[in-house]
């Protein structure tokens, strides 16, 4: 029978610490670049998350705007691009 890894208990703490030592790593260089300290990282990733999502909301809304204005008008995007080519 053939094993990857050696499951002793005193083996699995020690790839656990090395886990944990290099996640700490990370997270210190990460708090380092943006110049937040370690503890505020999970409250900004939080605020960074739902900032995007506004944004993309946002954006998904401008998106539906512009559709529902080039319907009524019927008229394209390329008709446009092609009238500001003509017309800049």
Known sequence: MC???????????????????????????LSDNLRIPVDQLPNHIIQEELESDKVEGETEDAKLKEHQVLQHYNVTMNALEELEEINP
Do not use: G, Y
Request: aromatic share 8%; hydrophobic share 50%; proline share 4%.
């Open 3 to 29: 094993c990857w890894v050696d499951s002793t208990p005193n083996k699995i703490i020690i790839i656990i610490f090395l886990i944990e030592k290099a996640a700490n790593e990370q997270m210190s260089a």
